[in-house]
Structure formats: structure tokens, C-alpha cells
């Protein structure tokens, strides 16, 4: 296709939301697509993606507990800088009594590298990881989550009309998929239900001792 100047229809408008930060000491790639964990608050992963609405785009930022895929943190804007993300992951260190050896993994987009992000997982005591720029496979679950939000969500009940209208959408889906949703890689049950018996089990094993 490319050698005869073909390429394939593609239905709306592309908006790039990642532009790499030009900074030459960037964090390592913790992660090297291995999204896994043996407990929750290990590692989490974190992505915003656009929708369009009768006002203009907006933006829906979320953060991700690998372990129960269950969504910590989110935040939805009518920009995309660095409050967007700064803000959902606010809301995630808030919901969550972090301790030590959370790692943190994104794409090398500007607003997670910014110095204020940056020095807020510093305070936080998380460590930060990145990916490489523009490759989905270095942040695949978020990516795949997002996804389920546009498939589920975003282009089955549009067209939008306001920010407003996406945001309470977006609280309704999120407190579905984490309490009602079932997913198959953690065994077919809801995220919530999935962390809640991992405690549960580590409650009798305290008692146990």
C-alpha cells in the first residue's frame, strides 16, 4: 500500500494527545510491558485520552492499580495540560494510603514528566516509570482500558454536547466497571470484589500467625 500511495479510510478526525517532553533525563521503563503485581498499590499505570463534544474536545485522564485493573483516579478537562493528569492522580493517592515501592508507569507525554508532576510522585515516595513515545504496546492495559471507555461509552452514546454530560458519564462507567464489571484476566468478577478478597486473605494470614 505504501508503495502504490495507498492508505486506509479513517473515519473522524486524529488528535494527538502525546507530545514528548524535551527533557534529556527522563525515568527509566520499570515496567518493559510486563503489567503485572502480586498486591494492589504496586505499580500504576496512567493515560488520558480525547472525546469531542458541540464545545470542542475534552480530555479524560485516569489512573490504574494493575492488580484488580481497578481505576484509582480520574479527571475530566477541557485541556490537556498538566493539571489534567496532576489532578486524577491527586484523587488516586488520596483514595489509596500509598506506602513504599509503588512504581508509576506512563508514556513520555509532557504533562507526566513536568516538574510539577514529577516532584508531586517524589513527595509521594512513587517511583516513575516511562515508556517510549507514540508506542501503545508500552502502556497497553491503560490503553486497553481506555478503549473500553470509548467502545462502551463514548461512541456508543454520543454525539456530546457538553464537558458536563462526558464527565458524569464517565463517573457512572467508572463506578461500574470497578464494582459491577466483570473482566476474565482477573477471573471473571468486578476490580473492587478482586482486591477486597486479596485482603481478606491477608487478614486471616495475619490472624493465622
Known sequence: MRRDGLCGVVRGRKKRTTFPADVADRPLDRVHRQFVASRPDQLWIDDFTYVATWMGFVYVAF???????????????????????????????????????LIHHSDRGVQYLSIRYSERLKDAGVQASVGTTGDSYDNAMAEAIIGLLKTEVIHARGPWRSMDAVEYATLEWVDWFNNRR????????????????????????????
Do not use: N
Not at 191 to 201: G, H, K
Open 63 to 101: 489512573v490504574i492499580d494493575v492488580f484488580a485493573r481497578c481505576i484509582v483516579g480520574w479527571r475530566v478537562s477541557r485541556s490537556m495540560q498538566t493539571d489534567l493528569v496532576l489532578d486524577a492522580l491527586e484523587q488516586a493517592l488520596h483514595a489509596r494510603q500509598v506506602g513504599k515501592g
Open 182 to 209: 466483570l473482566l476474565e484476566p482477573i477471573g471473571h468478577v468486578p476490580p473492587a470484589e478482586f482486591a477486597a478478597e486479596y485482603y481478606r486473605q491477608q487478614s486471616g494470614l495475619a490472624i493465622a500467625a
